[in-house]
């Protein structure tokens, strides 16, 4: 379950509708990739036994003003990006993407002259607290 600073709930796996299936995850892959969040998984989750639960609290750093952009409409960038997302629609408010360095941003506005970027990690400025279970244990095949 993840809840917000509020309380309020985000997302829960606790309603056993087919949306709402428990998250398989290997303990162990945090060694190997860099995401944060996911290496917070990974150590929270080391030595829990079937049926332990663990909370664990995850903030992001802090909101960037530096980090807002507001670009032309033709500029490069925002014209190799409206080619790469065509088949998301094209760039609209809310849709994630991949900019030429490698960084991600969110598209807060696309109006017909220009497109406002926010290059935040989505996690700045936000708090959020996971109860985390442990259902299963698949120990893997050894064949």
Known sequence: TCVDADGKVIETTKD?????????????AGDVIS???????????RGLAIGESVELQVAGGEWQQELLFVVPRDHPEIERLEGRYKNHGGLHEGLAVELANGSMAVVVEAG????????????????LLFTLEVLGIDSGSSS
């Open 35 to 45: 995401n944060p969040l996911f290496q917070a998984f990974d150590g929270a989750l």
């Open 16 to 28: 056993t509708s087919k949306e709402n299936e428990p998250m398989a995850f290997e303990v162990g």
């Open 112 to 127: 017909p002259q220009q497109v406002k970027l926010d290059a935040n990690s989505m996690m700045a400025g936000k708090t």
